[in-house]
């Protein structure tokens, strides 16, 4: 029996339509691992990154997010070990208060407006402040580091 010879194309084709397949389920896999999307005003929000599916699903997302916040403690090794604050306050560089949350885990993205806010955050007992300006568009990371050996 003579086998028919498929045209080049049709193989490229068929390779595209796997790999979209394939990217698709990748991006779908990685949204269901992220914690649910939650929402203050105009201001949307999503915590976590407890366990390495969460973790990975919030990095690949950060950049669709206009702030990511990563909270991670140095406990004097040679490495850092993530953290979960108590509380986390945003304020506009007018003390308007945006969002003031008890994050789920050692990341944190939020969907701000464009302007210059001041991001609080505090582990029960120390505080650290940073302030951040959102440009329409732009993505902006910041990363909250407590010491081990601090006094509050």
């Given at each position: ?25 990748v991006?779908?896999a ?10 203050a ?5 999503i915590?976590g ?9 919030m ?10 916040v990563?909270?991670?403690?140095h ?33 944190l993205?939020?969907?701000l407006?464009?302007g ?34 601090e006094?509050?």
């Open positions: 029996m003579k086998q028919k010879k498929h045209h080049p194309l049709v193989h490229a084709c068929a390779a595209i339509a796997a790999t979209i397949f394939l990217i698709g389920n991006l779908a990685d949204e269901m691992a992220l914690p649910a999307v939650q929402r005003g105009d201001v949307t929000w915590s990154g407890v366990g390495l599916d969460e973790s990975d699903a990095k690949a997302q950060a950049g669709k997010y206009s702030l990511s990563l909270f991670a403690a406990m004097g090794g040679k490495r850092d070990v993530y953290t979960s604050p108590a509380k986390v306050t945003i304020t506009r560089s007018d003390n308007t208060p945006v969002l003031d949350i008890k994050p789920d885990g050692p990341y993205l939020v969907n407006p464009a210059k806010y001041r991001i609080n955050a505090t582990d029960g007992q120390r505080s650290r402040t940073q302030a951040v300006t959102i440009s329409a568009g732009a993505h902006k990371h910041l990363v909250f580091v407590w010491q081990e050996a006094t509050p």
